[in-house]
Antibody, heavy 122, light 110 residues
Framework: QVQLQQSGPGLVKPSQTLSLTCAIS??????????WNWIRQSPSRGLEWLGR?????????DYAISVKSRITINPDTSKNQFSLQLNSVTPEDTSVYYC????????????WGQGTLVTVSS | QSVLTQPPSASGTPGQRVTISCSGS????????VNWYQQIPGTAPKLLIY???QRPSGVPDRISGSKSGTSASLAISGLQSEDEADYYC???????????FGKGTKVTVL
């Protein structure tokens, strides 16, 4: 059974960097068949896919156009986790952030983290 | 606004059948599979239907999905109080090269 456990601060100041981590159990961040995603949800924007990281002999990243200039998703193989960094945040980035898994060959999220409410405010 | 269009709400009495529509375009629903998620407020979305009409283990067969052209639908038969939740459709979009979601449909059991 795959479990995703999120951690990170719930309050970030405007213009600073939002950082969250998703720890994986029951699978490996380096798996050749898994893809690791970040998704956020807010009342104004709904569910929004932010990006993903995956390993297929080397590491790959894909990012949503809406955040491409501000986002970094990194794997941490030593801790079997992956992280989200979103730079230059504004109040519009206030959302519940989720990590989630997809499997190679599929295009659905089968396992989700518990969610982290991040508020951008001074 | 969301790329996929869903009605904001749907309702029914216990035992009734409720259907939720999801409308998209050739770049998403028209060319890729549709997935549905159920979300109880305060919790993470849960996969309900994948690949248009497949149910993960544990999802009852009174819940079904279908797709035709650039639209999809989710049907809940024998409506129960536990079905009160928000329901989201989602698909990969070839134009934006990312996943897109509907805004969600709130199902109320009267």
């Amino acid at each position: 059974q795959v479990q995703l456990q999120q951690s990170g601060p719930g309050l970030v100041k405007p213009s600073q960097t939002l950082s969250l981590t998703c720890a994986i159990s029951g699978d490996s961040v380096s798996s050749n068949t898994a893809i690791w995603n970040w998704i956020r949800q807010s009342p104004s924007r709904g569910l929004e896919w932010l990006g993903r990281t995956y390993y297929r002999s080397k590491w790959y990243n894909d990012y949503a156009i809406s955040v491409k200039s501000r986002i970094t998703i990194n794997p941490d193989t030593s801790k079997n986790q992956f992280s989200l960094q979103l730079n230059s945040v504004t109040p519009e980035d206030t959302s519940v952030y989720y990590c989630a898994r997809t499997e190679m060959g599929s295009r659905f999220f089968d396992y989700w983290g518990q969610g982290t409410l991040v508020t951008v405010s001074s | 606004q969301s790329v996929l269009t869903q009605p904001p709400s749907a309702s029914g009495t216990p035992g009734q059948r409720v259907t939720i529509s999801c409308s998209g375009s050739n770049s998403n629903i028209g060319g890729n599979t549709v997935n549905w998620y159920q979300q109880i407020p305060g919790t993470a979305p849960k996969l309900l239907i994948y690949n248009n009409n497949q149910r993960p283990s544990g999802v009852p067969d009174r819940i079904s999905g279908s797709k035709s052209g650039t639209s999809a639908s989710l049907a809940i038969s024998g409506l129960q109080s536990e079905d009160e939740a928000d329901y989201y459709c989602a698909a990969w979009d070839d134009s934006v090269k990312g996943y897109v979601f509907g805004k969600g449909t709130k199902v109320t059991v009267l």
